[in-house]
């Protein structure tokens, strides 16, 4: 069975999809801990990253540091956190958060409900940033 993330990158459920190659895509994540929060995912559903073959895990982390770049850009934190710490989704995928300290880093501070307007524009700022 597929996994969210593939159904997503599949356009078979919504989500808000910033970025895409045909290695991964980017999409916000629905449940941020900060404005502008996103997740880039590996088209290849394998579920824990040290399993990823060499080449993918290098197409996972050149997309990151590129949609990085672009939440930098559109956000203008302190720096851009990069976790590989997702245990709820069975498929590898990067957190890519802006923060300006590091307590602002915690699955606690996330968000399960937040302004779809708030998420609507966090990714257009991405994508303009992205070109």
Known sequence: MASVFTRIMKRELPGRIVYE?????????????????????????????????????????????RVGRAVDTAFRPRRVAALLAGLEVPHVHVHLVPINSE?????????????????????????????
């Open 103 to 131: 307590d602002e880093v915690s699955f606690s501070k996330a968000d399960h409900d937040p302004d779809p307007a708030a998420l609507d524009d966090a990714a257009e700022r991405i994508r303009a940033a992205l070109g």
């Open 21 to 65: 190659d045909d290695h991964c895509a980017a999409f916000l994540t629905i449940a941020p801990i900060r404005p502008g929060h996103t997740l880039v995912v590996p088209r290849l559903e394998i579920d824990h990253w040290i399993d990823l073959p060499p080449d993918v895990l290098r197409e996972l982390w050149s997309a990151s540091a």
